[in-house]
Protein backbone atom coordinates (compact mmCIF):
# COMPACT_ATOMS: atom_id res chain seq x y z
CA UNK A 1 0.00 0.00 0.00
CA UNK A 2 1.80 3.52 -0.88
CA UNK A 3 0.64 6.42 0.52
CA UNK A 4 1.39 10.38 1.50
CA UNK A 5 1.00 11.13 4.40
CA UNK A 6 -1.39 8.76 5.41
CA UNK A 7 -2.27 7.06 8.82
CA UNK A 8 -5.46 5.53 10.62
CA UNK A 9 -6.16 3.27 7.08
CA UNK A 10 -4.65 -0.25 6.84
CA UNK A 11 -5.39 -2.52 3.77
CA UNK A 12 -8.49 -5.13 4.52
CA UNK A 13 -7.65 -8.95 5.92
CA UNK A 14 -8.16 -10.98 2.77
CA UNK A 15 -9.27 -8.77 0.32
CA UNK A 16 -8.27 -9.94 -3.67
CA UNK A 17 -6.27 -7.77 -5.48
CA UNK A 18 -9.19 -7.62 -8.46
CA UNK A 19 -11.42 -5.90 -5.59
CA UNK A 20 -9.06 -3.66 -4.23
CA UNK A 21 -9.54 0.14 -4.95
CA UNK A 22 -6.35 1.34 -7.40
CA UNK A 23 -6.35 4.90 -5.36
CA UNK A 24 -7.94 5.64 -2.37
CA UNK A 25 -7.98 9.57 -1.05
CA UNK A 26 -9.20 10.01 2.20
CA UNK A 27 -9.81 12.56 5.30
CA UNK A 28 -11.57 14.83 2.54
CA UNK A 29 -14.22 17.52 2.48
CA UNK A 30 -16.08 16.07 -0.35
CA UNK A 31 -18.75 18.02 -2.29
CA UNK A 32 -19.93 15.09 -4.44
CA UNK A 33 -22.59 17.34 -6.46
CA UNK A 34 -24.87 14.27 -6.19
CA UNK A 35 -27.99 15.60 -4.40
CA UNK A 36 -29.35 11.92 -2.79
CA UNK A 37 -25.56 12.15 -1.02
CA UNK A 38 -23.73 15.55 -1.17
CA UNK A 39 -20.93 14.99 1.31
CA UNK A 40 -18.41 12.55 1.73
CA UNK A 41 -14.72 11.92 3.52
CA UNK A 42 -13.23 9.55 1.27
CA UNK A 43 -13.36 8.65 -2.33
CA UNK A 44 -12.35 4.83 -3.52
CA UNK A 45 -11.67 4.17 -7.24
CA UNK A 46 -11.15 1.26 -9.45
CA UNK A 47 -10.56 1.01 -12.80
CA UNK A 48 -10.90 3.97 -13.72
CA UNK A 49 -14.08 4.54 -12.08
CA UNK A 50 -15.54 5.19 -8.28
CA UNK A 51 -16.41 2.33 -6.42
CA UNK A 52 -17.32 3.69 -3.31
CA UNK A 53 -18.05 7.21 -1.13
CA UNK A 54 -18.09 7.49 2.51
CA UNK A 55 -15.90 8.04 5.69
CA UNK A 56 -13.01 6.49 6.51
CA UNK A 57 -14.40 3.74 7.84
CA UNK A 58 -16.64 3.00 5.20
CA UNK A 59 -13.73 2.93 2.41
CA UNK A 60 -11.18 0.76 4.28
CA UNK A 61 -12.39 -2.50 3.61
CA UNK A 62 -11.69 -1.08 -0.28
CA UNK A 63 -8.21 -1.07 0.79
CA UNK A 64 -5.40 -3.97 -0.79
CA UNK A 65 -1.76 -4.18 -0.32
CA UNK A 66 -1.53 -2.56 -3.65
CA UNK A 67 -3.89 0.28 -3.41
CA UNK A 68 -2.82 3.85 -3.02
CA UNK A 69 -3.86 6.42 -0.45
CA UNK A 70 -3.74 9.60 -0.66
CA UNK A 71 -4.34 11.66 2.71
CA UNK A 72 -6.04 14.95 1.43
CA UNK A 73 -5.04 17.03 4.91
CA UNK A 74 -8.38 17.76 5.39
CA UNK A 75 -8.96 19.80 2.09
CA UNK A 76 -12.08 20.04 0.06
CA UNK A 77 -12.79 18.22 -2.66
CA UNK A 78 -14.90 19.02 -5.62
CA UNK A 79 -16.11 17.33 -9.00
CA UNK A 80 -13.82 17.72 -11.63
CA UNK A 81 -14.21 20.75 -13.77
CA UNK A 82 -15.61 20.75 -17.26
CA UNK A 83 -15.22 24.53 -19.27
CA UNK A 84 -17.81 24.02 -21.98
CA UNK A 85 -16.35 26.58 -24.40
CA UNK A 86 -12.36 26.38 -24.38
CA UNK A 87 -10.35 26.38 -27.33
CA UNK A 88 -8.68 23.65 -26.40
CA UNK A 89 -7.10 22.15 -29.34
CA UNK A 90 -5.80 25.38 -31.17
CA UNK A 91 -4.68 26.71 -27.27
CA UNK A 92 -2.19 23.37 -27.18
CA UNK A 93 -0.92 23.84 -30.60
CA UNK A 94 0.31 27.17 -29.54
CA UNK A 95 0.67 27.52 -25.75
CA UNK A 96 4.57 27.23 -25.53
CA UNK A 97 5.08 29.76 -28.04
CA UNK A 98 3.07 32.09 -26.32
CA UNK A 99 3.94 34.68 -23.58
CA UNK A 100 1.19 34.42 -21.12
CA UNK A 101 -0.13 37.90 -19.40
CA UNK A 102 -2.82 36.14 -17.55
CA UNK A 103 -2.89 37.05 -14.09
CA UNK A 104 -0.33 39.52 -14.37
CA UNK A 105 -1.26 42.31 -11.90
CA UNK A 106 0.75 45.47 -13.21
CA UNK A 107 1.71 46.95 -17.20
CA UNK A 108 5.23 46.77 -15.64
CA UNK A 109 5.99 43.20 -14.86
CA UNK A 110 4.23 42.74 -18.23
CA UNK A 111 6.72 44.95 -19.91
CA UNK A 112 9.75 43.32 -17.77
CA UNK A 113 8.45 39.76 -18.86
CA UNK A 114 8.30 40.74 -22.64
CA UNK A 115 11.88 42.41 -22.11
CA UNK A 116 13.08 39.00 -20.97
CA UNK A 117 11.65 37.06 -23.51
CA UNK A 118 12.92 39.01 -26.00
CA UNK A 119 16.26 38.09 -24.92
CA UNK A 120 16.16 34.70 -25.42
CA UNK A 121 13.85 34.23 -28.56
CA UNK A 122 15.82 33.38 -31.62
CA UNK A 123 15.78 35.50 -34.90
CA UNK A 124 12.90 34.28 -36.98
CA UNK A 125 10.41 34.24 -34.36
CA UNK A 126 7.96 35.88 -32.82
CA UNK A 127 7.13 36.92 -29.42
CA UNK A 128 3.03 36.72 -28.97
CA UNK A 129 1.07 37.38 -26.49
CA UNK A 130 -2.43 36.57 -27.20
CA UNK A 131 -5.59 36.91 -24.94
CA UNK A 132 -6.12 35.78 -21.59
CA UNK A 133 -5.92 40.10 -20.24
CA UNK A 134 -7.54 43.15 -20.36
CA UNK A 135 -5.97 46.55 -19.48
CA UNK A 136 -8.10 46.25 -16.45
CA UNK A 137 -6.11 43.92 -14.79
CA UNK A 138 -3.07 45.88 -14.48
CA UNK A 139 -1.99 48.50 -11.66
CA UNK A 140 -1.72 50.86 -14.13
CA UNK A 141 -5.19 50.88 -16.15
CA UNK A 142 -3.90 50.77 -19.18
CA UNK A 143 -2.70 48.68 -22.09
CA UNK A 144 0.87 48.95 -23.48
CA UNK A 145 2.25 51.40 -26.15
CA UNK A 146 3.72 50.81 -29.79
CA UNK A 147 6.60 52.41 -28.44
CA UNK A 148 6.98 50.32 -25.20
CA UNK A 149 7.03 47.26 -27.21
CA UNK A 150 9.45 48.53 -29.84
CA UNK A 151 11.96 49.60 -26.79
CA UNK A 152 11.40 45.93 -24.83
CA UNK A 153 12.11 44.15 -28.07
CA UNK A 154 13.72 46.40 -30.57
CA UNK A 155 14.51 43.32 -33.31
CA UNK A 156 12.32 40.90 -32.41
CA UNK A 157 8.53 40.74 -33.90
CA UNK A 158 6.07 41.27 -30.45
CA UNK A 159 2.15 40.80 -31.42
CA UNK A 160 0.22 41.52 -28.74
CA UNK A 161 -3.90 40.86 -28.89
CA UNK A 162 -6.11 42.47 -26.70
CA UNK A 163 -9.52 40.87 -26.71
CA UNK A 164 -11.11 40.81 -29.63
CA UNK A 165 -10.80 44.35 -29.81
CA UNK A 166 -7.11 45.19 -30.90
CA UNK A 167 -3.59 44.05 -31.60
CA UNK A 168 -0.42 45.88 -31.00
CA UNK A 169 2.51 44.83 -33.16
CA UNK A 170 6.35 46.68 -32.28
CA UNK A 171 8.12 47.89 -35.18
CA UNK A 172 9.90 44.21 -36.29
CA UNK A 173 6.48 42.61 -36.50
CA UNK A 174 4.99 45.46 -38.23
CA UNK A 175 7.67 45.03 -41.25
CA UNK A 176 7.97 40.60 -40.76
CA UNK A 177 3.75 40.57 -40.83
CA UNK A 178 4.20 42.49 -44.47
CA UNK A 179 1.82 45.62 -43.47
CA UNK A 180 3.33 48.85 -45.69
CA UNK A 181 1.68 52.13 -46.66
CA UNK A 182 0.15 50.20 -49.76
CA UNK A 183 -1.69 47.67 -47.58
CA UNK A 184 -5.12 47.78 -47.94
CA UNK A 185 -8.05 47.30 -44.45
CA UNK A 186 -9.37 44.28 -44.77
CA UNK A 187 -13.20 43.83 -44.89
CA UNK A 188 -14.04 44.59 -41.09
CA UNK A 189 -10.86 45.71 -39.90
CA UNK A 190 -8.45 48.84 -39.65
CA UNK A 191 -4.39 48.78 -40.08
CA UNK A 192 -4.13 52.30 -38.24
CA UNK A 193 -1.87 54.53 -40.16
CA UNK A 194 -0.23 57.66 -38.99
CA UNK A 195 0.35 61.33 -40.42
CA UNK A 196 2.66 59.74 -43.05
CA UNK A 197 0.67 56.56 -43.94
CA UNK A 198 2.82 53.76 -42.67
CA UNK A 199 1.06 51.58 -40.16
CA UNK A 200 1.44 52.73 -36.99
CA UNK A 201 1.23 49.14 -35.53
CA UNK A 202 -2.38 49.36 -34.37
CA UNK A 203 -4.79 46.51 -35.60
CA UNK A 204 -8.71 47.27 -35.06
CA UNK A 205 -11.61 44.96 -35.35
CA UNK A 206 -13.83 47.13 -36.26
CA UNK A 207 -15.91 45.05 -35.95
CA UNK A 208 -14.33 41.58 -37.57
CA UNK A 209 -11.22 40.04 -35.35
CA UNK A 210 -10.19 38.22 -38.66
CA UNK A 211 -7.55 40.81 -39.45
CA UNK A 212 -6.25 39.67 -35.83
CA UNK A 213 -6.46 36.27 -36.72
CA UNK A 214 -5.07 36.73 -40.13
CA UNK A 215 -2.30 38.72 -38.71
CA UNK A 216 -1.10 36.03 -35.94
CA UNK A 217 -1.44 33.28 -38.81
CA UNK A 218 1.36 34.63 -40.39
CA UNK A 219 4.37 33.77 -37.46
CA UNK A 220 5.64 30.39 -37.59
CA UNK A 221 4.13 27.52 -36.13
CA UNK A 222 5.80 24.76 -34.14
CA UNK A 223 6.64 21.20 -35.46
CA UNK A 224 4.96 18.34 -35.29
CA UNK A 225 6.38 16.28 -32.00
CA UNK A 226 6.63 20.10 -30.54
CA UNK A 227 2.93 20.44 -30.97
CA UNK A 228 2.30 17.34 -28.97
CA UNK A 229 4.93 18.76 -26.17
CA UNK A 230 2.84 22.16 -26.29
CA UNK A 231 -0.39 20.33 -26.27
CA UNK A 232 0.81 18.26 -23.32
CA UNK A 233 1.80 21.10 -20.80
CA UNK A 234 -1.14 23.19 -21.84
CA UNK A 235 -3.16 20.36 -20.32
CA UNK A 236 -0.94 20.01 -17.74
CA UNK A 237 -1.87 23.70 -17.41
CA UNK A 238 -5.63 23.06 -17.56
CA UNK A 239 -5.62 20.22 -14.90
CA UNK A 240 -3.53 22.59 -12.70
CA UNK A 241 -6.72 24.73 -11.92
CA UNK A 242 -9.36 21.22 -11.36
CA UNK A 243 -10.00 21.20 -15.58
CA UNK A 244 -10.63 17.17 -16.14
CA UNK A 245 -12.96 18.06 -19.15
CA UNK A 246 -13.25 20.12 -21.65
CA UNK A 247 -15.74 21.18 -25.10
CA UNK A 248 -13.70 22.49 -27.95
CA UNK A 249 -15.50 25.05 -29.81
CA UNK A 250 -13.65 24.99 -32.94
CA UNK A 251 -12.74 28.32 -34.14
CA UNK A 252 -11.37 30.35 -37.24
CA UNK A 253 -7.90 29.01 -38.31
CA UNK A 254 -8.72 25.36 -37.05
CA UNK A 255 -8.65 22.93 -40.11
CA UNK A 256 -10.44 19.53 -39.66
CA UNK A 257 -8.20 16.64 -39.81
CA UNK A 258 -5.44 18.95 -39.79
CA UNK A 259 -4.85 20.57 -36.89
CA UNK A 260 -6.99 17.72 -34.98
CA UNK A 261 -4.20 15.26 -35.49
CA UNK A 262 -2.29 16.47 -32.43
CA UNK A 263 -4.66 15.58 -30.12
CA UNK A 264 -5.69 12.22 -31.98
CA UNK A 265 -2.21 10.92 -31.78
CA UNK A 266 -1.99 11.85 -28.22
CA UNK A 267 -5.25 10.22 -27.40
CA UNK A 268 -4.46 6.84 -29.21
CA UNK A 269 -0.88 7.10 -27.05
CA UNK A 270 -2.66 7.68 -23.99
CA UNK A 271 -1.62 11.05 -23.36
CA UNK A 272 -4.44 12.83 -23.23
CA UNK A 273 -4.68 14.54 -18.90
CA UNK A 274 -8.06 16.02 -20.26
CA UNK A 275 -11.23 14.89 -22.08
CA UNK A 276 -12.08 16.33 -24.65
CA UNK A 277 -15.45 16.57 -26.82
CA UNK A 278 -14.72 18.53 -30.23
CA UNK A 279 -16.91 20.27 -32.53
CA UNK A 280 -16.16 20.71 -36.49
CA UNK A 281 -15.94 24.18 -37.65
CA UNK A 282 -16.49 24.83 -41.99
CA UNK A 283 -13.65 27.26 -42.27
CA UNK A 284 -14.25 28.80 -45.62
CA UNK A 285 -17.03 31.29 -46.22
CA UNK A 286 -19.07 29.94 -49.40
CA UNK A 287 -18.16 26.08 -48.87
CA UNK A 288 -19.94 25.66 -45.58
CA UNK A 289 -22.33 23.43 -46.93
CA UNK A 290 -20.11 21.58 -49.10
CA UNK A 291 -17.66 20.89 -45.60
CA UNK A 292 -20.90 20.01 -43.73
CA UNK A 293 -21.73 17.03 -46.00
CA UNK A 294 -17.88 15.76 -46.10
CA UNK A 295 -17.44 15.42 -42.37
CA UNK A 296 -21.15 13.80 -41.85
CA UNK A 297 -20.38 10.90 -44.34
CA UNK A 298 -16.57 10.93 -42.83
CA UNK A 299 -17.63 10.73 -38.93
CA UNK A 300 -20.89 10.78 -36.30
CA UNK A 301 -21.39 12.67 -33.40
CA UNK A 302 -20.58 10.57 -30.01
CA UNK A 303 -17.79 8.27 -32.29
CA UNK A 304 -14.98 8.06 -29.80
CA UNK A 305 -14.22 7.41 -26.35
CA UNK A 306 -14.32 8.56 -23.00
CA UNK A 307 -11.15 10.84 -23.86
CA UNK A 308 -11.75 12.05 -27.16
CA UNK A 309 -15.07 12.07 -29.09
CA UNK A 310 -17.01 14.22 -31.73
CA UNK A 311 -19.89 16.14 -30.34
CA UNK A 312 -20.87 17.96 -33.42
CA UNK A 313 -20.63 21.39 -35.24
CA UNK A 314 -20.14 24.74 -34.78
CA UNK A 315 -19.95 27.12 -33.20
CA UNK A 316 -19.77 28.34 -36.71
CA UNK A 317 -22.05 26.81 -39.01
CA UNK A 318 -22.02 29.26 -41.97
CA UNK A 319 -19.98 32.62 -41.42
CA UNK A 320 -22.07 34.62 -42.79
CA UNK A 321 -24.34 33.93 -39.46
CA UNK A 322 -21.75 34.79 -37.09
CA UNK A 323 -21.18 38.51 -34.98
CA UNK A 324 -18.45 39.77 -33.22
CA UNK A 325 -18.18 41.01 -29.41
CA UNK A 326 -16.16 43.43 -29.82
CA UNK A 327 -17.73 45.48 -27.45
CA UNK A 328 -15.57 49.04 -27.84
CA UNK A 329 -17.53 48.83 -31.23
CA UNK A 330 -21.22 49.20 -32.27
CA UNK A 331 -22.94 46.18 -32.85
CA UNK A 332 -22.46 44.53 -36.10
CA UNK A 333 -25.20 44.63 -38.71
CA UNK A 334 -25.10 40.84 -40.41
CA UNK A 335 -25.90 40.32 -44.06
CA UNK A 336 -29.56 40.40 -45.56
CA UNK A 337 -30.36 36.62 -46.54
CA UNK A 338 -28.07 35.20 -44.90
CA UNK A 339 -30.56 32.54 -43.40
CA UNK A 340 -30.81 30.95 -46.72
CA UNK A 341 -27.72 28.84 -46.31
CA UNK A 342 -27.85 28.80 -42.56
CA UNK A 343 -30.84 26.39 -42.88
CA UNK A 344 -29.60 24.07 -45.36
CA UNK A 345 -27.01 23.76 -42.91
CA UNK A 346 -28.89 23.28 -40.15
CA UNK A 347 -31.39 20.81 -41.92
CA UNK A 348 -28.49 18.92 -43.52
CA UNK A 349 -27.41 18.17 -39.65
CA UNK A 350 -31.23 17.86 -38.35
CA UNK A 351 -31.22 15.11 -40.27
CA UNK A 352 -28.20 13.47 -39.95
CA UNK A 353 -28.38 13.16 -36.56
CA UNK A 354 -25.77 15.89 -35.65
CA UNK A 355 -25.80 18.53 -32.50
CA UNK A 356 -24.22 21.60 -33.15
CA UNK A 357 -23.61 24.84 -31.65
CA UNK A 358 -24.14 28.50 -32.63
CA UNK A 359 -21.63 32.03 -32.11
CA UNK A 360 -24.30 34.06 -31.07
CA UNK A 361 -23.51 37.32 -29.11
CA UNK A 362 -26.62 39.87 -29.65
CA UNK A 363 -30.44 39.26 -29.67
CA UNK A 364 -30.71 40.36 -33.10
CA UNK A 365 -28.93 37.60 -34.01
CA UNK A 366 -30.23 34.98 -31.85
CA UNK A 367 -34.38 36.22 -32.87
CA UNK A 368 -32.85 35.76 -36.36
CA UNK A 369 -31.52 32.34 -36.17
CA UNK A 370 -34.57 31.37 -34.21
CA UNK A 371 -36.97 31.91 -36.87
CA UNK A 372 -34.98 29.77 -39.33
CA UNK A 373 -35.03 26.89 -36.60
CA UNK A 374 -39.04 27.33 -35.83
CA UNK A 375 -39.37 27.21 -39.49
CA UNK A 376 -37.56 23.77 -39.22
CA UNK A 377 -39.87 23.20 -36.21
CA UNK A 378 -42.85 23.06 -38.51
CA UNK A 379 -40.94 19.79 -40.46
CA UNK A 380 -41.24 18.16 -37.36
CA UNK A 381 -37.01 18.89 -36.81
CA UNK A 382 -37.30 20.40 -33.27
CA UNK A 383 -37.17 19.79 -31.07
CA UNK A 384 -35.35 16.44 -31.15
CA UNK A 385 -32.58 14.27 -29.86
CA UNK A 386 -30.06 16.35 -31.53
CA UNK A 387 -28.06 18.32 -28.28
CA UNK A 388 -27.88 22.34 -29.99
CA UNK A 389 -27.27 25.15 -28.08
CA UNK A 390 -26.52 29.27 -28.33
CA UNK A 391 -22.92 30.15 -27.02
CA UNK A 392 -22.17 33.13 -25.12
CA UNK A 393 -25.95 35.14 -25.45
CA UNK A 394 -24.82 38.12 -23.61
CA UNK A 395 -27.89 40.17 -25.11
CA UNK A 396 -30.51 37.23 -25.22
CA UNK A 397 -34.10 39.01 -24.75
CA UNK A 398 -36.25 37.07 -22.19
CA UNK A 399 -38.80 36.11 -25.27
CA UNK A 400 -35.30 34.58 -26.91
CA UNK A 401 -35.03 32.41 -24.23
CA UNK A 402 -38.65 31.20 -23.88
CA UNK A 403 -38.25 30.33 -27.82
CA UNK A 404 -34.85 28.35 -27.36
CA UNK A 405 -36.25 26.24 -24.38
CA UNK A 406 -39.06 25.48 -26.66
CA UNK A 407 -37.45 24.14 -29.18
CA UNK A 408 -35.32 22.08 -27.01
CA UNK A 409 -31.79 24.40 -26.86
CA UNK A 410 -29.53 24.90 -24.45
CA UNK A 411 -26.80 27.80 -23.45
CA UNK A 412 -23.81 27.95 -22.44
CA UNK A 413 -22.08 30.91 -20.78
CA UNK A 414 -18.46 32.35 -20.63
CA UNK A 415 -16.94 35.13 -18.59
CA UNK A 416 -16.07 37.34 -21.40
CA UNK A 417 -18.13 40.12 -19.09
CA UNK A 418 -15.15 39.54 -16.65
CA UNK A 419 -12.84 40.75 -19.28
CA UNK A 420 -14.78 43.30 -21.72
CA UNK A 421 -17.23 44.42 -19.13
CA UNK A 422 -15.98 48.02 -18.80
CA UNK A 423 -16.21 48.47 -22.85
CA UNK A 424 -19.44 46.94 -22.35
CA UNK A 425 -20.99 49.66 -19.71
CA UNK A 426 -19.26 52.28 -21.48
CA UNK A 427 -21.18 51.84 -24.59
CA UNK A 428 -24.38 50.45 -23.40
CA UNK A 429 -24.58 51.74 -19.79
CA UNK A 430 -24.62 49.94 -16.51
CA UNK A 431 -28.31 49.10 -16.47
CA UNK A 432 -28.01 47.08 -19.63
CA UNK A 433 -24.74 45.25 -18.27
CA UNK A 434 -26.73 44.37 -15.26
CA UNK A 435 -28.53 41.51 -17.42
CA UNK A 436 -25.14 40.39 -19.36
CA UNK A 437 -25.94 38.01 -19.83
CA UNK A 438 -28.91 36.96 -17.79
CA UNK A 439 -28.20 33.95 -16.24
CA UNK A 440 -30.52 33.57 -13.37
CA UNK A 441 -33.48 34.03 -16.22
CA UNK A 442 -31.77 31.13 -18.10
CA UNK A 443 -31.71 29.12 -14.66
CA UNK A 444 -35.35 29.99 -13.79
CA UNK A 445 -36.88 28.86 -17.47
CA UNK A 446 -35.30 25.38 -16.58
CA UNK A 447 -33.04 25.55 -19.66
CA UNK A 448 -29.68 23.53 -19.06
CA UNK A 449 -27.12 26.32 -18.81
CA UNK A 450 -23.30 25.60 -18.38
CA UNK A 451 -20.14 27.89 -18.09
CA UNK A 452 -16.73 28.70 -19.31
CA UNK A 453 -14.21 30.70 -20.53
CA UNK A 454 -14.02 31.08 -24.43
CA UNK A 455 -10.27 30.76 -23.77
CA UNK A 456 -7.77 31.71 -25.17
CA UNK A 457 -7.49 34.39 -26.76
CA UNK A 458 -10.31 36.82 -24.93
CA UNK A 459 -10.63 35.43 -21.44
CA UNK A 460 -8.34 33.39 -19.09
CA UNK A 461 -8.25 29.66 -19.14
CA UNK A 462 -8.74 29.97 -14.99
CA UNK A 463 -12.36 28.76 -14.57
CA UNK A 464 -11.69 30.57 -11.33
CA UNK A 465 -11.78 33.35 -12.49
CA UNK A 466 -15.41 32.65 -14.40
CA UNK A 467 -16.99 31.00 -10.89
CA UNK A 468 -15.61 34.50 -9.54
CA UNK A 469 -17.51 36.38 -11.96
CA UNK A 470 -20.63 34.19 -11.69
CA UNK A 471 -20.81 34.36 -7.88
CA UNK A 472 -19.90 37.84 -7.06
CA UNK A 473 -20.65 39.49 -10.61
CA UNK A 474 -17.39 41.31 -10.93
CA UNK A 475 -14.88 42.09 -13.37
CA UNK A 476 -11.33 41.23 -13.05
CA UNK A 477 -10.60 44.75 -12.78
CA UNK A 478 -13.02 45.03 -9.57
CA UNK A 479 -15.83 46.68 -11.33
CA UNK A 480 -19.39 45.55 -10.31
CA UNK A 481 -21.79 44.68 -13.08
CA UNK A 482 -24.66 42.96 -11.26
CA UNK A 483 -26.68 43.47 -8.09
CA UNK A 484 -26.68 40.69 -5.84
CA UNK A 485 -30.32 39.61 -6.77
CA UNK A 486 -29.04 38.70 -10.34
CA UNK A 487 -26.20 36.55 -8.65
CA UNK A 488 -26.21 32.60 -8.60
CA UNK A 489 -24.83 30.59 -5.31
CA UNK A 490 -21.28 28.94 -5.33
CA UNK A 491 -23.35 25.28 -5.80
CA UNK A 492 -24.88 26.48 -8.77
CA UNK A 493 -21.83 28.31 -10.15
CA UNK A 494 -20.19 24.99 -9.47
CA UNK A 495 -23.06 22.84 -11.45
CA UNK A 496 -22.93 24.98 -14.11
CA UNK A 497 -19.08 24.66 -14.47
CA UNK A 498 -19.33 20.64 -14.01
CA UNK A 499 -22.59 19.04 -14.20
CA UNK A 500 -23.61 21.82 -17.01
CA UNK A 501 -20.49 20.65 -19.47
CA UNK A 502 -21.68 16.62 -19.15
CA UNK A 503 -24.84 17.65 -20.34
CA UNK A 504 -23.66 19.26 -23.47
CA UNK A 505 -21.88 16.29 -24.29
CA UNK A 506 -24.43 13.53 -23.48
CA UNK A 507 -22.40 12.26 -20.47
CA UNK A 508 -24.14 13.30 -17.68
CA UNK A 509 -24.79 9.94 -16.51
CA UNK A 510 -20.89 9.22 -16.39
CA UNK A 511 -19.52 12.67 -15.29
CA UNK A 512 -20.45 15.68 -13.50
CA UNK A 513 -20.80 14.10 -9.84
CA UNK A 514 -19.21 12.41 -7.67
CA UNK A 515 -21.09 9.04 -7.51
CA UNK A 516 -20.46 5.51 -7.63
CA UNK A 517 -20.49 3.76 -11.13
CA UNK A 518 -18.73 8.01 -12.62
CA UNK A 519 -15.70 8.64 -13.94
CA UNK A 520 -12.67 9.14 -11.39
CA UNK A 521 -12.64 12.66 -12.14
CA UNK A 522 -12.09 15.43 -9.15
CA UNK A 523 -9.69 17.68 -7.87
CA UNK A 524 -8.20 18.33 -4.60
CA UNK A 525 -8.48 22.07 -3.71
CA UNK A 526 -5.76 24.40 -2.41
CA UNK A 527 -8.42 26.39 -0.68
CA UNK A 528 -12.18 25.20 0.14
CA UNK A 529 -14.02 27.55 -2.75
CA UNK A 530 -17.18 27.05 0.06
CA UNK A 531 -15.44 29.04 2.78
CA UNK A 532 -13.14 31.37 1.38
CA UNK A 533 -13.33 35.12 0.76
CA UNK A 534 -15.25 35.88 -2.71
CA UNK A 535 -12.15 37.98 -3.44
CA UNK A 536 -9.79 34.36 -2.69
CA UNK A 537 -11.71 32.64 -5.67
CA UNK A 538 -9.77 33.61 -8.51
CA UNK A 539 -7.16 32.33 -6.33
CA UNK A 540 -8.06 28.63 -5.71
CA UNK A 541 -5.90 26.18 -8.14
CA UNK A 542 -5.73 22.12 -7.81
CA UNK A 543 -3.30 20.75 -5.48
CA UNK A 544 -3.94 16.71 -7.23
CA UNK A 545 -6.12 16.38 -10.06
CA UNK A 546 -7.38 13.41 -10.92
CA UNK A 547 -9.02 12.27 -14.41
CA UNK A 548 -9.82 8.32 -14.72
CA UNK A 549 -8.19 8.05 -11.84
CA UNK A 550 -5.27 8.64 -12.60
CA UNK A 551 -2.95 11.52 -10.45
CA UNK A 552 -2.60 13.92 -13.70
CA UNK A 553 -1.37 17.39 -11.80
CA UNK A 554 0.15 17.16 -8.59
CA UNK A 555 1.36 20.27 -6.16
CA UNK A 556 1.92 21.31 -2.71
CA UNK A 557 2.74 17.86 -0.09
CA UNK A 558 2.11 16.04 -3.41
CA UNK A 559 4.08 17.11 -5.63
CA UNK A 560 6.31 14.42 -7.67
CA UNK A 561 3.26 11.91 -7.36
CA UNK A 562 2.10 13.51 -10.92
CA UNK A 563 2.47 11.37 -14.72
CA UNK A 564 5.92 12.65 -16.03
CA UNK A 565 5.21 14.92 -18.79
CA UNK A 566 8.27 16.09 -21.49
CA UNK A 567 10.24 18.45 -21.12
CA UNK A 568 9.13 22.13 -22.89
CA UNK A 569 9.89 22.26 -26.47
CA UNK A 570 11.54 24.58 -27.85
CA UNK A 571 14.10 25.91 -24.94
CA UNK A 572 13.70 29.14 -25.15
CA UNK A 573 9.72 29.25 -25.68
CA UNK A 574 8.06 31.68 -22.73
CA UNK A 575 6.50 28.44 -21.12
CA UNK A 576 9.83 27.23 -19.85
CA UNK A 577 10.46 30.19 -18.01
CA UNK A 578 7.20 31.80 -16.96
CA UNK A 579 4.72 29.04 -17.22
CA UNK A 580 1.25 29.94 -17.57
CA UNK A 581 -1.10 31.93 -15.71
CA UNK A 582 0.83 33.90 -13.37
CA UNK A 583 -0.79 33.29 -9.62
CA UNK A 584 -0.63 36.02 -6.95
CA UNK A 585 -1.26 36.09 -3.26
CA UNK A 586 -5.15 35.88 -2.32
CA UNK A 587 -5.95 38.78 -0.82
CA UNK A 588 -7.59 36.95 1.99
CA UNK A 589 -4.02 37.10 3.64
CA UNK A 590 -2.99 40.57 2.55
CA UNK A 591 -2.76 43.47 5.11
CA UNK A 592 -6.02 45.25 3.11
CA UNK A 593 -7.63 42.66 3.63
CA UNK A 594 -6.87 41.71 7.61
CA UNK A 595 -8.52 45.74 7.98
CA UNK A 596 -11.25 44.22 6.19
CA UNK A 597 -11.88 41.68 8.72
CA UNK A 598 -11.05 43.86 11.60
CA UNK A 599 -13.54 46.40 10.46
CA UNK A 600 -16.05 42.90 10.29
CA UNK A 601 -15.16 42.11 13.80
CA UNK A 602 -15.93 45.73 14.95
CA UNK A 603 -19.05 45.77 13.31
CA UNK A 604 -19.72 42.42 15.09
CA UNK A 605 -18.84 43.83 18.18
CA UNK A 606 -21.14 46.59 17.88
CA UNK A 607 -24.03 43.49 17.07
CA UNK A 608 -23.82 42.19 20.17
CA UNK A 609 -23.37 45.33 22.60
CA UNK A 610 -26.79 46.05 20.83
CA UNK A 611 -27.97 42.38 21.66
CA UNK A 612 -26.77 42.59 25.28
CA UNK A 613 -29.05 45.84 25.36
CA UNK A 614 -31.90 44.79 24.14
CA UNK A 615 -31.57 42.27 27.02
CA UNK A 616 -30.86 44.33 29.66
CA UNK A 617 -27.66 43.02 30.21
CA UNK A 618 -26.04 46.59 29.26
CA UNK A 619 -27.16 49.98 29.41
CA UNK A 620 -28.39 51.62 26.24
CA UNK A 621 -25.41 53.98 26.13
CA UNK A 622 -21.41 53.19 26.30
CA UNK A 623 -19.94 54.95 29.26
CA UNK A 624 -18.18 57.80 28.73
CA UNK A 625 -14.55 57.62 28.21
CA UNK A 626 -12.72 60.73 29.08
CA UNK A 627 -9.04 60.10 27.14
CA UNK A 628 -6.97 63.30 26.95
CA UNK A 629 -5.70 62.28 23.63
CA UNK A 630 -8.48 62.77 21.91
CA UNK A 631 -9.39 65.94 23.37
CA UNK A 632 -9.39 68.97 20.94
Not at 592 to 612: K, M, P
Request: proline share 6%; hydrophobic share 40%; aromatic share 8%.
Amino acid sequence: MTTMPVSGITPAQHIEDRDAADLVVRNAKVFTGDRDHPAAGAIAVRGGRIIALGDDAAIAGHVGPRTRVVDALGRRIVPGLNDSHLHVIRGGLNYVLELRWDGVPSLRQALAMLREQAGRTPKGQWIRVVGGWTAEQFAERRMPTVAELTAAAPDTPVFVLHLYQSALLNRAAVRAAGFTRETPDPRGGQIVRGRDGEPTGVLLAAPSALILYSTLAAAPTLGEDDKKTSTRHFLRELNRFGLTSAIDAAGGFQNFPDNYRTVTELARDGDLSLRIAYHLFPQNAGQEIEDLKRWIEAVRPDQGDEWLRLNGAGENLTWAAADFENFAEPRPELANGYEGDFEKAVRLLMENGWGFRLHATYDETIRRDLAVLEKLAADGLFPGANRWLFDHAETVSPQSLERTAALGGSISVQNRMSFQGKAFVDRYGAEAAMRTPPVREMLELGLSVAAGTDATRVSSYNPWVALHWLVTGRTVGDLRLYPPDRLVSREKALEMYTLGGARMTGESEVKGVLKAGYFADFTVLSHDYFSVHDDDIPHIESVLTVVGGRLVYAAAEYEGLDEAVPAVSPSWSPAAYFGGYQATVPPGVSGARQADRLAEAVGASEQHRQWRVARGFAPESAPEVFDPCFVL
